[in-house]
């Protein structure tokens, strides 16, 4: 089946700003709460955001086989266990209704404004109940720095790296979209030179430039899904940000790995990109440095070329890029990723998120965290405003954002914007 | 208000086999599927599956402030929602309609066939729908072998254990009720004296002995939970089989923690035994070796003296117990892990689950795992049927079971009862 919601051809009767990161090529899906309070799903086509409800309602998806309550819920997750066969039939109608040539919503008034609404007139809520959420680690310069920092410069990649996409489980509880502030979280470290822990406000609160991608329902317990179809199990992708305290982390991490340091908070952008949006953006990832084992080797290009940079913005101040890097950097892709999660037997669900690890490059301004870009808080970085940043400061607003771009068009994320703030004070009861 | 269902002369109507775990005072909540292929959610007493939905239907709760279909929903998690003193009032009220003196239902024979099931009419399901599942590790016995065997015998317990009840995310999607077969994982290994790891079936398949408590919505994004309150969001206990391949973990655990060596599944006992019925086994926890930070101090008794053990049934043979041990034995209670978990603000929602870690005792013949009782496959277990066992092998049954016991009465909470397949061979298409 072609994806027609593709063609670069296309124009649509919408406006669509310059260097839109949503135009007619795009077509995400998430969910909002409209002016009437009524929560649903959702497109958008440049700065409109698109009630698909309310066009199902009306009739305009007639012929494709979905319930009619499908996009009157406050998840995508069903949406999503339909599949990818009705995940494209539905992007490319789209395509259709907004494409200049077609008149059909264009010029019915009382059907344009049940279905059209601007930004400020929505509210973007999480585009899926997560069911479980897993954080990989993907990235080797990533690794590489958090190793020498943490452990041993010298042998900072561990010996099971380079064979293992290694992952680990977060906490699906605390995913949130773009626009909820994150308090600053308590808890215990222990001081340099101390022999007993203290408890108070994390000094290192830190993000991580991520990217994650949700699945459909694929698999049963105990069957494995080969890497070669990895593909067909994966709805999408959103940008990440993996919300970090790195002194919490340095004194719970061993042997279990990272916990209260990182379940306070992630935050995603909400709308999510479908991998069919991503198809004309895909490239090669790095060649292995090892042999693999046959479970994760795989055919084809199955990264994408996905631009990525971080800003920061100063309570009061204008925000600043301090940093960019590129999804293609990571050693291990997506495929891999799934393949590996469920060569054990491990089932994984409609609305599952499984996030990349920090996204480094390899030079000083394409790191994906203040902890390398600060080298751990050594070497600060200088804003514009002349205040100095060694880690995130209760008040600052962190900005990610991602786009794609061809000869032809861009294909973007938004972005995932969250403040920073003090520490949480309990209400006087 | 009183827990008037743990009154200890009560006696039922209903005929209870002698050292039955499920009295009249016990009451716990589980979801079945009935004899016509109905999912609802109900209670055992003696050997009788009560369906809560029809006793509903029938009035036997009215006064209570329930929805009408609360009872009528494949999980527990909108019915633990409604708060402890709900789930108080409807196990007080299933007391009374069962107390030998109320004739209501006991002389109604439209209501009884409808309401009581015997145990061969009904399949057990998941209690509720995992939201995020924590594992604790919260015995000393068992960091400190599982040190000793994994790092440094001389360095066994790591420097943090004392102060943090150490805890990881795990996997909910692979969490299962006693009775569904578990398949031998494959996976990556690094064999001894190997410089390349392998792939194929773990050769070290391992049962944890461990316990779970499910909580009900604590708390909001930000907000931690008092030690002292958080037994107000906790539900009740179930036993839980954290199935572990442990060639698997020692590869790929360092530095995040076990993933695939544990996520191919976890086996629960289908009954949810309240808190409110383990109130009268209440007992102290071993005393802190270190001084604790304040959010982890309690006040009372917090710990539950449970006993526990495990059983294996080779293919064809008889089952025998293989270890005993104790809920309170563990050096954390729930209430410092709940604090713990929350004390950063990570949201807490209805449904999810906290499993304690294996839980081993001081002797040999109470570790909770094959790890620990053939100490890591060097001193095999002997079986009756003159077989020895380092690991778990394919078509063992491993069984666990727990209970309370005082000088009136016995609450348990039945078995978590799961075989061991072969490795999964994918169907030809």
Redesign the interface.
């Known amino acids: 089946m072609s994806i027609s919601a593709n063609d670069p051809n296309r124009k649509t009767w919408l406006e669509i700003p310059e260097n839109s990161d949503f135009p007619i090529q795009n077509i995400p899906f998430g969910v909002f709460l409209t002016r009437d309070d009524v929560i649903t799903i959702g497109t958008r086509i440049g700065d409109y955001a698109i009630d698909l409800g309310a066009l199902h309602q009306l009739g305009y998806f007639d012929g494709i086989p979905l319930t009619d309550d499908i996009f009157l819920q406050d998840t995508l997750n069903d949406f999503i266990s339909d599949g990818k066969k009705t995940w494209r039939l539905v992007r490319n109608r789209i395509a259709k209704i907004f494409d200049e040539n077609n008149t059909a919503l264009k010029e019915n008034d009382d059907h344009r404004t049940r279905v059209l609404f601007t930004l400020d007139e929505i509210e973007m809520q999480m585009p899926v109940q997560v069911?479980?959420y897993t954080d990989f680690?993907s990235s080797k310069e990533h690794a590489t720095n958090v190793?020498s920092m943490?452990?041993d410069p010298d042998n900072a990649l561990?010996?099971?790296w380079l064979?293992?996409p290694?992952?680990?489980?977060?906490?699906?509880?605390?995913i949130?979209p773009s626009g909820i502030p994150?308090?600053r979280?308590?808890?215990?470290t222990?001081p340099p030179e101390a022999d007993?822990?203290?408890?108070g406000p994390s000094k290192r609160v830190d993000f991580e430039l991520e990217m994650a991608f949700i699945t459909t329902d694929a698999n049963h317990?105990?069957?494995?899904i080969p890497v070669d179809e990895a593909e067909d199990y994966i709805f999408g992708m959103v940008i990440f940000n993996d919300w970090s305290?790195r002194d919490?982390q340095k004194?719970?991490?061993?042997?279990?790995?990272?916990?209260?340091a990182k379940?306070?908070?992630s935050s995603i952008s909400p709308w999510i990109v479908t991998m069919d949006a991503l198809e004309p953006f895909r490239t090669e990832s790095p060649k292995p440095e090892?042999?693999l084992?046959?479970?994760l080797k795989y055919t084809g290009k199955k990264s994408f070329d996905i631009n990525l940079e971080v800003s920061l913005e100063p309570e009061g101040g204008s925000e600043e890029t301090i940093t960019r890097s590129n999804f293609k950097y990571l050693y291990w892709n997506m495929s891999q990723q799934l393949a590996?999660?469920t060569?054990?037997?491990?089932?994984?669900?409609s609305g599952?998120m499984m996030a990349s690890g920090t996204i480094s490059g390899s030079t000083e301004d394409s790191f994906g965290s203040m902890l390398e870009l600060t080298w751990s808080g050594s070497k600060p970085l200088k804003l514009k405003d002349g205040s100095e940043r060694k880690f995130i400061e209760d008040n600052d607003t962190v900005i990610m954002r991602g786009h794609c771009q061809n000869g032809q068009y861009r294909i973007g994320f938004g972005e995932v914007r969250s403040k920073l703030l003090p520490v949480?004070q309990?209400k006087k009861k």
Chains 1, 2 share one sequence.
């Open positions: 069911g479980d680690y190793g943490f452990r561990l010996p099971n064979h293992i290694v992952g680990y489980h977060g906490r699906s509880s605390s949130i994150v308090h979280p308590q808890g215990q222990m007993t822990p203290v408890f317990i105990g069957e494995p305290a919490i004194w719970e991490y061993v042997p279990l790995g990272p916990f209260l379940n306070f908070a090892k042999e084992l046959p479970y590996h999660h060569v054990n037997g491990c089932p994984v669900n599952d949480y309990p």
